[in-house]
Each structure stands twice: as structure tokens, then as C-alpha cells.
């Protein structure tokens, strides 16, 4: 899976919108009909450290704690597109730069986890359907994908032993609609990235293939 | 520790307007104790459902020996001691009372010199006390009492009043039910009373009540077995008796020293020259002591020189005024390091404006007159700063730096001085403050990085005297009294809690707001001030210019229109004078 180049820190590319060309050519053997789920169901997962970063300015925003709700259907022979769904997540002890503290907000749930290529007990692929805004004092954003209508897709990775979904920070995610004080320290259009590990309970999920 | 210093209770403060300035040393009142510790015990009349009970009343209470012209006086706790005689608890409560537990909210005065304010000491309360055996009763309520701040040198008293006093009867544990006969609700205690009446059910020997109910006339619940609080509360007032000093202690805020100035005794000098005005009212000679003259209330301010640290004011304001467009001040911008970058850059459009607006209240302290002036008054219509956030960032994550740049637009209303003192004669002035600019704004600092967040705000602000009576007599000073140059303000504020280097202090932040310290202001020479031909520069540089000044503000939270509308509903709040005791 080719990986996103990011923007080098030290040049800021202000007001510029970026679109990133994500292009998951999955092994297509792995794609389709081949993915067994076991001890799926609903799960929880706890993050603590979800780190939003624009990738452009480097100003982060990161958080205490993050909570996502989802679940995957035990099945063999599954699609790996849309294997499970994130019914809700919520982020809490939001800060930024000054110590502004911020509340982030899921839009459009549900997202949805894509399966794309395994190997070694460790899937790869995506978290598709994500948006989010941002509200703090002084500041507001919002994050889509390629255009502010479009919503982002982002790549995870899924542990069978460790139980752990992760945000790998890669991923067509931009900020949109900056307002206030934010402004220079995240604008309109800035790549962004979002990472943060999340630990599923119950830790019974597994996800093969074939 | 984000704000400032909230007190444990909010307390109800109604001050008592003032009348004009009177000259003359404060009565010579008992004083139980100047300062220190304040003992004080007085007789009550206690008015409850049930009828009169007389009880006896002992407060202690540590007071500060002296304290200074704008910073807080905090009294220490509070202890009273209320001795009810047996035959009235009998009478009072339920026959199944074995203990009783207490509250108290006591109405306290606060007087200096001709200034009077009232203060709500409330939520003084006592544990459960047994009430087994035959003495007298005595309840011992404590509690805290809020701190209070006055504007100007001169004797402090604290007296005790009005109060009332709730009683919470406790029936005795399980195993010992009773149950009260319904019978007469009225029951009057015997003690020092003039009732007639008794009850001869509350003269038993072994001091409990067969058959009384409780005196508020609710019968109580003899039967709660499981020791559970009988019902029946029994609430009165109690008044002190008359004839008896009230005041528990006096705090002495010594005047300024070594105001003489030369060439103007206190008849000399176009004062006195306006004749006929006497001078025998002038008064504590001394310039040390603490009796200087009854100094005057500021006109128009309910509660003169006594300022009460815990009222709440409301402003009823939910929005921003003008947003100020005005560049940032590049003499109070930091250096940029070569890795930092500025935005906007070069050739880019300014950002747009971020307004948001917030009130800032405190004190100056004027080191040559020991005293302070009250800025933006919460209780005299105080007006709003108004920002525009964010003009201008410097990033540099390499150093971790990153530095956000605001203007602040602040018109303070005038402020009225009331401890000038020429050769010891009350002196009042108001105080203009007029802006030079606006006021630049630059914080630093990230949380991730472990570095506190610093504000600095910085601005230029001349001041203009008029309205100036000296003993109440017009001065007149002309209509152009001022700083020849402004004053360079620059006020300080900072958010640590948590980190190593965290200073204990409250933390200030910019939407929470905080205190905000300038330690080392300069009052710039006068000039223009003019009475009928003679120049009286002199006189107020040598009065107030120089180093050594310091200010103390306060600021609320700020609303922010844009990106928290709820920031500014349902008000947006007045802070409360700084209360910080500072070094």
C-alpha cells in the first residue's frame, strides 16, 4: 500500500488546497470474498492518544482520551469492504497551542472500516466516511477529505493479537472552514493527519484472510 | 488552577450608601482588640416560633493587626459560642432530643471612618452537641468570613449583628422511642425572658419534656428509632441587645508617610488662601498613625472606602462593542528566531478580525500615597475590553515556540481617588485614564511542551486629575492635569498548574481569565496643572510620580461571538476584585 507523502515542516503552504491522491491498490486477491471474521460483534475502543497534527503549519491538537463505538459481523467468505462500522466516537481533554482546549466532534457516522490486504495476523486498510469539526476559543475547523464536501478516508491497521485498531495518521485529511484564532496555526486546506491507537474490548476480534 | 481565587461561599453584601467627607479622627470606640485576636461576648434576644429566648453569644475571631490600602483584610475564622440556658432547649425542642446540631448566617458591619458596609458571615455551623445533663446549652458555630479591601488608610472596625440561628434536633439512637404526646404548641422558655407563660412541662428535673411538641409547632417524630434527625427544625433571629459595643476588632491601615511637602503646610497654599476654610479639622498629626481623617466616599460609590471582594455584579451585557483594528505595537513584539515563521507572511492578506470582549477590574496602588484606586469599578458600570484576536502567529515547532498576537481596545471609565492627602487633609481626585493606542497582547507557550502559557499585555495610557477637593473644598486643578508622557503599562499573566515550574499563584489564561500584574509602573511627572495663575505641577508630582506603583487587575472570561457563542449567555460576567494577597 503506498503511503502518503507528507509535507515537509519546515514549508508552509498556506491557503493552498492539497489534494492527496490516495490510490489503496489492494492486492486484489485480498480484497473481495476471502475475509473471515471471528469473535466479532459490537466493541468499544479506548484511545489516549490521538494526536490531530496539519500537517503543513505542525500545530497539534491532542487529546486525553478517545472513545469509539463499532462492531464487525462474524462471517467467512466477507467483502473486506465495509467489514465493520464506528457507530460513534467522542474525544475528551482536547488542547492546542496557548493551551486552548477544543471539542471534537464525529460527523457523518457511520464510518466504515475497510479490509484491504493481511499478512501476519495484522490487517491493513481504511476508515472510510470521516468528518469532524473542532470548536475551541478563538477557534473553529472543520476536517473532510479532498474537498470540504467530500468526506476523508484514513488507514488503519488492525492487530489480532494486540486487540489494537490503529489510526496510522495517513490518510486525504484537511482542514476546511478556519475561523478566528486559529488562523496560521491551521488554515483552510492545510493536509492533516490523525492518529491514535485504540484498544477493542471485548479483545476477541479477529479479522483474517483468506 | 485556572481563574482566580474563588472564597468558599458567595456572600450577600449590601453596603450602605455614604455621606460626604468628614473630617476628624474616628471615635475613640472600645475596641475589644486592635487586630489581633478579637473576643467579644454580648447578650441576644432570640425570637423564635415558640416566642423570646435570651441567649448569651462569645466570638473569637483572629483579624490581621494591620492591613494595606487596596489589598484584601482577611479575617481569620470565626467561632461563636452560644450559650442557650437549659430550661429554653427544653422548651424549644422536642422532648426526644438527645443533640442538636447548628447553623448561623451572621450579618457582620464593616465601618471606616464615615464609609459602611454590610457583610453576610453565613454558613456558620456546629456539630452535633449532646444534650445530656442539666447545664446550659452551648453551641459553638464556626465558620469563614470573606475578605473585604479598603481604598484608603484609616481605622477598620469589624462589628457583629443581626443573626440567625437554626436549630436540628436529634432524637437519641435506636432502641429509645418515644412518643410525644400532642399538647400545647406554644412553650416559652424561662431564661432571661419576661414571658410569662411557662410550659411546666420544661422545668423537669432531669431537663426533658414529657409531652412537648417541638415550639415551631410541628409536632416531631419521636419514633425515628434509627436515630435519624427528628423533624422540626427551629429557626429565629437574634438581635443584640442594646447598649453594648458590638465591635469585635479594628484593623489598622496606616496612612502615608512623610506627605508634608515643601513649601505647603497644611494652612499654607492657595487653599488656604481661599479663605475662611479651617484647618482644625486636619487630624492624625502622625503621619504613621492609623487615625488619619475619616476619609471621604467616593461619590456615587454605595460602601465609600470599603470594598467588598465577594458581591457578584451583574453586567446584563451579552455582546462586543467595536472590534479595534489598530496594528500591533512592534516595540512589545519578541525578537523572531531565523527558523520562526510569521503569519500572515509577506504578500498575504491580514487575517480577519477575531473579535471577542471581557471586563478587567482591579486596583492601582500608588506607592507614594500607600494607597489604591479602584480601575473599572464592578459596581460603577465597568466597561468592556474589546480584542481582536490573533492578528498576527510566529511557529516554530523546531523550538517548540509558538506565539499568538492580539490588540486589546481598553477606554476605562474615570476612577475616583479618595486617599490623596496633601500635609494630611483627605484629599479626593477622579482619574482619568486616556488611551495612547491600543494595548498589544502576546502569549507564548504550549502545554505539550511543558512551558507555561505567559501573556503579556502592554499599552501606553495617560492620566488626567480633576475634580479635586481637599477637604472638601474644589481645588481647582484646571482642565488639563496630566501626565506629560503616558505611562507604559505592561501586565503579566500566567498559566503553570501542573507544570514543574508551576508558581502556586491562580493561573491566568486568556478565555478563562486571571490575574494580571504590572509590578513596576511609573507614574510620569505632571503637567498642566494650573489654579488661578499658580502652577501646581509640582505639588502632584510630588505626590504621586515615580516608581514603585503596581496594578492588579482582574479580567472575567471573555466571550467570543464567533467560535463560542455561549461564551457570552447568559452574561458575560464581571470578575470579582482581585483578592490574591500579594507580596
Not at chain 2, 252 to 270: E, M, R
Not at chain 2, 557 to 582: A, F, G, H, T, Y
Request: aromatic residues 4%; glycine residues 12%.
Amino acid at each position: 500500500m503506498r503511503k502518503l507523502s507528507t509535507l515537509t515542516r519546515t514549508g508552509l503552504v498556506a491557503g493552498s488546497a492539497v489534494v492527496a491522491a490516495v490510490a489503496f491498490a489492494a492486492a486484489p486477491a485480498n480484497a473481495a470474498g476471502t475475509w473471515t471474521v471471528s469473535g466479532g460483534g459490537s466493541f468499544t475502543g479506548k484511545s489516549t492518544n490521538s494526536t490531530l497534527t496539519d500537517t503543513s503549519t505542525g500545530t497539534q491538537l491532542k487529546c486525553t482520551s478517545s472513545s469509539a463505538g463499532g462492531s464487525a459481523a462474524n462471517g467467512t467468505g466477507l467483502s473486506g469492504t465495509n467489514i465493520g462500522t464506528i457507530s460513534s466516537v467522542t474525544w475528551s481533554g482536547c488542547s492546542g497551542p496557548l493551551g486552548i482546549t477544543f471539542n471534537v466532534t464525529a460527523d457523518g457516522l457511520p464510518w466504515h472500516l475497510n479490509a484491504v490486504s493481511y499478512s501476519g495476523g495484522v490487517t491493513t486498510g481504511t476508515l472510510t466516511g470521516v468528518k469532524a469539526h473542532i470548536g475551541g476559543f478563538g477557534c473553529t475547523a472543520s476536517f473532510a477529505g479532498a474537498s470540504s464536501t467530500a468526506t476523508a478516508t484514513l488507514d488503519v491497521k488492525y492487530n489480532n493479537s494486540t486487540h489494537v485498531l490503529s489510526l496510522l495518521g495517513t490518510g486525504n485529511l484537511h482542514a476546511y472552514g478556519v475561523s478566528g484564532t486559529c488562523l496560521g496555526l491551521i488554515n483552510s486546506g492545510d493536509p492533516a493527519s490523525y492518529k491514535g491507537d485504540y484498544t477493542l474490548t471485548p479483545a476477541t476480534l479477529s479479522i483474517t484472510s483468506p | 488552577m485556572r481563574g482566580g481565587v474563588r472564597p468558599r461561599r458567595s456572600v450577600r453584601f449590601a453596603a450602605v450608601a455614604t455621606a460626604a467627607l468628614v473630617a476628624g479622627a474616628l471615635p475613640g470606640t472600645n475596641s475589644a482588640a486592635s487586630g489581633g485576636r478579637g473576643e467579644l461576648s454580648l447578650a441576644y434576644a432570640c425570637q423564635f416560633a415558640s416566642g423570646e429566648q435570651d441567649v448569651t453569644i462569645a466570638f473569637t475571631q483572629r483579624f490581621p493587626q494591620t492591613a494595606t490600602a487596596g489589598k484584601p483584610i482577611q479575617p481569620g475564622d470565626l467561632a461563636m459560642a452560644v450559650t442557650i440556658p437549659r430550661a429554653g432547649v427544653t422548651a424549644m425542642l422536642p422532648a426526644a432530643t438527645a443533640s442538636v446540631s447548628a447553623e448561623s448566617d451572621l450579618t457582620a458591619h464593616i465601618t471606616q471612618g464615615s464609609s459602611d458596609a454590610d457583610a453576610d458571615w453565613s454558613g456558620l455551623t456546629a456539630p452535633e452537641t449532646s444534650l445530656a445533663g442539666t447545664d446550659d446549652v452551648v453551641l459553638t458555630l464556626t465558620g469563614k468570613a470573606p475578605a473585604v479591601t479598603v481604598t484608603a488608610s484609616g481605622d477598620v472596625a469589624f462589628s457583629v449583628g443581626v443573626l440567625t440561628l437554626t436549630l436540628h434536633p436529634r432524637a437519641a439512637a435506636a432502641g429509645t422511642p418515644t412518643t410525644p404526646a400532642p399538647g400545647p404548641t406554644t412553650a416559652r422558655a424561662a431564661g432571661t425572658a419576661t414571658a410569662a407563660a411557662t410550659d411546666t412541662n420544661a422545668t423537669t428535673a432531669d431537663g426533658t419534656t414529657a409531652n412537648g411538641t417541638a415550639s415551631d409547632g410541628t409536632t416531631a417524630d419521636g419514633t425515628t428509632a434509627s436515630g435519624a434527625a427528628a423533624a422540626g427544625d427551629v429557626t429565629g433571629t437574634c438581635t443584640p441587645e442594646p447598649g453594648q459595643d458590638a465591635v469585635l476588632a479594628t484593623v489598622h491601615v496606616p496612612g502615608p508617610t512623610g506627605t508634608t511637602l515643601p513649601g505647603h503646610s497644611a494652612a499654607a497654599g492657595p487653599v488656604a488662601g481661599r479663605g475662611g476654610r479651617s484647618t482644625g479639622h486636619a487630624s492624625g498629626a502622625d503621619g504613621t498613625a492609623s487615625g488619619s481623617s475619616g476619609p471621604s466616599a467616593a461619590a456615587g460609590r454605595a460602601g465609600g472606602t470599603i470594598v467588598p471582594l465577594d458581591q457578584p455584579v451583574h453586567s446584563g451585557v451579552s455582546t462586543c462593542g467595536k472590534t479595534p483594528i489598530a496594528p500591533l505595537d512592534p516595540r512589545r513584539l519578541p525578537p523572531v528566531s531565523d527558523t520562526g515563521i510569521v503569519v500572515p507572511m509577506p504578500g498575504q492578506p491580514a487575517f480577519p478580525p477575531g473579535p471577542m470582549c471581557g471586563f478587567a477590574v482591579g486596583f492601582s496602588n500608588v506607592n507614594k500615597l500607600n494607597g489604591a484606586m479602584i480601575i473599572n469599578d464592578p459596581h460603577a458600570k465597568p466597561v468592556l475590553a474589546e480584542v481582536n484576536s490573533g492578528q498576527r502567529k510566529v511557529l516554530d515547532y523546531s523550538k517548540q515556540y509558538v506565539e499568538v498576537d492580539s490588540i486589546i481596545d481598553l477606554r476605562l471609565p474615570p476612577s475616583a481617588s479618595t486617599f490623596l492627602t496633601f500635609g494630611f487633609m483627605p484629599t479626593t481626585a477622579d482619574v482619568e485614564f486616556i488611551p495612547r493606542g491600543v494595548f498589544t497582547v502576546v502569549q507564548t507557550g504550549d502545554d505539550f511542551f511543558g512551558e507555561p502559557i505567559l501573556t503579556t499585555i502592554g499599552g501606553y495610557q495617560d492620566i488626567r486629575i480633576h475634580n479635586v477637593r481637599i477637604n472638601g473644598t474644589p481645588l481647582d486643578v484646571g482642565p488639563d492635569c496630566h501626565t506629560a508622557k503616558p505611562l507604559d503599562i505592561v501586565l503579566h499573566g500566567r498559566k503553570d498548574s501542573g507544570l514543574p515550574d508551576d508558581d502556586g499563584k491562580p493561573d491566568y489564561f486568556i478565555d478563562a481569565g486571571g490575574p494580571l500584574t504590572d509590578e513596576d509602573l511609573v507614574i510620569p511627572p505632571f503637567t498642566g496643572c494650573a489654579s488661578h495663575g499658580e502652577n501646581l505641577d509640582a505639588l502632584f508630582t510630588a505626590a504621586l510620580s515615580g516608581p514603585g506603583n503596581s496594578l492588579n487587575i482582574s479580567q472575567g472570561p471573555l466571550c467570543d461571538p464567533i467560535n463560542v457563542p455561549e461564551s457570552c449567555l447568559p452574561e458575560i460576567p464581571i470578575p470579582q476584585l482581585p483578592q490574591r494577597k500579594k507580596s
